[in-house]
C-alpha cells in the first residue's frame, strides 16, 4: 500500500501541477477533470431523477437561476481575464432547486449545482444566496473534489483509471462522497484548507456579480444562531468563528484580488 500511495503520489506531481484561481496555491490532482465533468453529468442526472426538483417556474428556482447565472458569469470574466479559462473547459452549467429541509447546496465537476430548500430558508435575499453559491462553485473551480477524490482512490488501493466508474460500486462511491451528493455514504469533508480557500474565492466571484461580500458574515451568524454549526454541505472545520474572523480580515483584500 506504502509503494502504491507513493506510486500515485509522484505521477500526480508529473501530470497535474497547477495553481488555484485567487489564492494561486500549488494543487496537485490525480485525476483528469474532463473524467470527472464526464462522471458528474450521470450523477447529476441519476439524482435529479429520484430527488423532488422544482419546476422551473417555481419563485425560488427562478432565484437560485438568477444569483447561479450572475456567478458563472463573474467566474467567467474573471479566468477569462487570468488566462485561467481551462479550469471550465466543458462546464454546461445548470442550477436546479431539490424540494429537501436539509441544510445543504451543491456543485460538481461541470458546474452541476443543486440548492436544497433547506438552506434558501437562511438564504433570505440574493445575497445570501449569493455567499452560498459562490462558495460552492468555488470548490467546483477550485476542484477541491479532484483532490479529496484522488487521495481517498490512493488511500483505498484504487487505480487512476475512471473508464466505467460509475458502474463500479467503489469508484462511484468515492465519486459521490467527495462531491457531498447523498446523505447515507458518509460525506467526505473538506479540509479546513479547502473551506477557506472557497470562502475566499466565493467572495470575490460574488463582490464582481455585484453582491455585497461583507453580507457573508451575516450569513454566518444566521447559521451559527440556528446551531447549524456543521451543515452537511460544509466540513466540521473551521468553526463559525473562524470562518468570520477569516472573512473579516479577508474584505479589505477583495477589490485587490477582483483585479
Known amino acids: 500500500m506504502k509503494q502504491f500511495f507513493l506510486a500515485v503520489l509522484l505521477t500526480s506531481v508529473i501530470v497535474s501541477c497547477t495553481r488555484v484561481p485567487v489564492t494561486n496555491r500549488k ?3 490525480l485525476l483528469q477533470e474532463e473524467q470527472l465533468i464526464l462522471m458528474a453529468d450521470t450523477a447529476y442526472r441519476d439524482f435529479l431523477a429520484t430527488a423532488k426538483v422544482l419546476p422551473h417556474n417555481d419563485p425560488r428556482t427562478a432565484t437560485v437561476k438568477r444569483v447561479g447565472g450572475k456567478i458563472q458569469s463573474s467566474v467567467i470574466d474573471y479566468l477569462t481575464r487570468k488566462n485561467a479559462l481551462g479550469r471550465i473547459r466543458g462546464f454546461t452549467w445548470e442550477f436546479n432547486v431539490v424540494d ?15 440548492v436544497y430548500t433547506g438552506i434558501l430558508n437562511l438564504a433570505t435575499d440574493d445575497t445570501l444566496l449569493a455567499v452560498i ?15 479529496r477524490m484522488s487521495q481517498q482512490m490512493a488511500i483505498q488501493g484504487v487505480g487512476r483509471a475512471l473508464g466505467g466508474a460509475m458502474s463500479d460500486p467503489v469508484k462511484r462511491n468515492i465519486f459521490l462522497q467527495s462531491y457531498g451528493i447523498g446523505s447515507a455514504l458518509g460525506i467526505l469533508s473538506y479540509s479546513r484548507k479547502h473551506e477557506t480557500e472557497s470562502d475566499k474565492m466565493g467572495l470575490v466571484f460574488m463582490y464582481l456579480a455585484g453582491y455585497n461580500p461583507s ?5 454566518w451568524k444566521k447559521m451559527a444562531a440556528n446551531g447549524a454549526a456543521v451543515p452537511e454541505f460544509l466540513s466540521t472545520h473551521p468553526s463559525d468563528e473562524t470562518r468570520i474572523k477569516d472573512i473579516t480580515d479577508f474584505l479589505p483584500l477583495i477589490p485587490k484580488y477582483a483585479q
Open 27 to 29: 494543487q496537485f490532482r
Open 100 to 114: 429537501d429541509p436539509t441544510i445543504n447546496a451543491w456543485c460538481m465537476p461541470g458546474g452541476k449545482v443543486v
Open 133 to 147: 453559491m459562490g462558495h460552492e462553485i468555488a470548490h467546483a473551480i477550485a476542484r477541491h473534489g479532484n483532490e
Open 215 to 219: 453580507k457573508a458574515i451575516d450569513f
